[in-house]
T-cell receptor, first 116, second 111 residues
Framework: DADVTQTPRNRITKTGKRIMLECSQT?????MYWYRQDPGLGLRLIYY???????NKGEISDGYSVSRQAQAKFSLSLESAIPNQTALYFC???????????????FGPGTRLLVL | QKEVEQDPGPLSVPEGAIVSLNCTYS??????FMWYRQYSRKGPELLMY????GNKEDGRFTAQVDKSSKYISLFIRDSQPSDSATYLC???????????FGKGTLLTVNP
């Protein structure tokens, strides 16, 4: 079984609809992240969470919200979807940073979202 | 100046060629350097990780970091069609949570 799973894998929705993307992990990591990936723009950080009670905005949080339901679960919501939120969305996890360790992040398979 | 610059390609090479992928960066606080590989319709996966300057080799892959020039490279020897993917460089300052990614280079290895 995959360590980081995302549901749904594909989603088509209409402008103005609220949708939720879900992420679960079995790696036991405290840190979780949501990114979006667009052609020519690379990966951009939307939100990140260092633990259940710690949630932070990334570089492009407008129009998004998140919920960290448990250590293993981190959900991303689009409050009122718009066409320019059409993108590939990735969840990622990482372990607590310690001196000498890396900031390695482990990615889920992605959710392809189309907003009409 | 963007923090991390990476030529998006695309780069097309024949099977067996040596491939060189590169990134430059501007933030001198970066200490951890990574290369991720992303196959089409998949999530990025960690390929190589290097701390500070120097070289690291893993099979056909070699990662190099030159902090004095703020330049990192990934070399692929004897490239295979299965190496066809997008390669993203990433780096961080350690205690800083944030991984800064390059935009990725699309590589195609032709049989």
């Amino acid at each position: 079984d995959a360590d980081v799973t995302q549901t749904p894998r594909n989603r088509i929705t209409k402008t103005g609809k609220r949708i939720m993307l879900e992420c679960s992990q079995t790696k036991g990591h405290d840190r979780m992240y949501w990114y979006r990936q667009d052609p020519g723009l690379g990966l951009r950080l939307i939100y990140y969470s260092f633990d259940v009670k710690d949630i932070n905005k990334g570089e492009i949080s407008d129009g998004y919200s998140v919920s960290r339901q448990a250590q293993a679960k981190f959900s991303l919501s689009l409050e009122s979807a718009i066409p320019n939120q059409t993108a590939l969305y990735f969840c990622a996890t990482s372990d607590k940073w310690t001196s000498g360790s890396s900031e390695t992040q482990y990615f889920g398979p992605g959710t392809r979202l189309l907003v009409l | 100046q963007k923090e991390v610059e990476q030529d998006p390609g695309p780069l097309s090479v024949p099977e067996g060629a040596i491939v060189s992928l590169n990134c430059t960066y501007s933030n001198s606080a970066f200490q951890y350097f990574m290369w991720y590989r992303q196959y089409s319709r998949k999530g990025p996966e960690l390929l190589m990780y290097t701390y500070s300057s120097g070289n690291k080799e893993d099979g056909r892959f070699t990662a190099q970091v030159d902090k004095s020039s703020k330049y990192i490279s990934l070399f692929i020897r004897d490239s295979q069609p299965s190496d066809s993917a997008t390669y993203l460089c990433a780096m961080s300052g350690g205690s800083n949570y944030k991984l800064t990614f390059g935009k990725g280079t699309l590589l195609t290895v032709n049989p």
